[in-house]
T-cell receptor, first 112, second 114 residues
Framework: GQQVMQIPQYQHVQEGEDFTTYCNSSTTLSNIQWYKQRPGGHPVFLIQLVKSGEVKKQKRLTFQFGEAKKNSSLHITATQTTDVGTYFCAVSFSGSARQLTFGSGTQLTVLP | KAGVTQTPRYLIKTRGQQVTLSCSPISGHRSVSWYQQTPGQGLQFLFEYFSETQRNKGNFPGRFSGRQFSNSRSEMNVSTLELGDSALYLC?????????????FGPGTRLTVT
């Protein structure tokens, strides 16, 4: 089946450092969503990107959708301990818009 | 609005048994999706129900089934449980409508099969 690759799997950063996770697909995506899951919690919706080249910001978080709609990134500036968790991309492949395929996630640890 | 609720939160079953999990979506949400989350396979889509009809189905064996009631509440059933079915089962609801949609996840049901 269609898959989406998410890297890195783990990331340890010192508080105040930046963090980026990437999501890549070999096929064109209909759209992409990003979720955050805190340890012991459930995924929480962050953002949805639909348009080619789209960039959205939420405070210290910047989300980008590639021009070819095959990749996306989530960048966090100046991480804080509250950013700890696993970040997932969730994609919809063209033609199956209402079925989400989740990336494997990037587990972020922020060291104080 | 109250969030998505799932019951029970924890469950221990024996191989060969069956189990039914319940999900109550956010009021007004007509779409309910189910996911299985394991350390090895991550988050995998099971199926989606909308207005009591299964609209999408993931790549899981027929032992996994579900249904949705007229009030949008949903249940999923797993028959003939296997050890590999041990997982966190997440339910997510979303509003109806065209196009893509954000999903609101419940806290999950932690199923352990022994």
């Amino acid at each position: 089946g269609q898959q989406v690759m998410q890297i890195p799997q783990y990331q340890h950063v010192q508080e105040g450092e930046d963090f980026t996770t990437y999501c890549n697909s070999s096929t064109t995506l209909s759209n992409i969503q990003w979720y955050k899951q805190r340890p012991g919690g459930h995924p929480v919706f962050l953002i949805q990107l639909v348009k080619s080249g789209e960039v959205k910001k939420q405070k210290r978080l910047t989300f980008q959708f590639g021009e070819a709609k095959k990749n996306s990134s989530l960048h966090i500036t100046a991480t804080q301990t509250t950013d700890v968790g696993t970040y997932f991309c969730a994609v919809s492949f063209s033609g199956s818009a209402r079925q989400l395929t989740f990336g494997s996630g990037t587990q972020l640890t922020v060291l104080p | 609005k109250a969030g998505v609720t799932q019951t029970p939160r924890y469950l221990i079953k024996t191989r060969g048994q069956q189990v039914t999990l319940s999900c109550s979506p956010i009021s007004g949400h007509r779409s309910v999706s189910w996911y299985q989350q394991t350390p090895g396979q991550g988050l995998q889509f099971l199926f989606e129900y909308f207005s009591e009809t299964q609209r999408n189905k993931g790549n899981f064996p027929g032992r996994f089934s579900g249904r949705q009631f007229s009030n949008s509440r949903s249940e999923m059933n797993v028959s003939t449980l296997e050890l590999g079915d041990s997982a966190l089962y997440l339910c997510a609801s979303s509003s109806s409508g065209r196009g893509f949609y954000e999903q609101y996840f419940g806290p999950g049901t932690r199923l352990t099969v022994t």
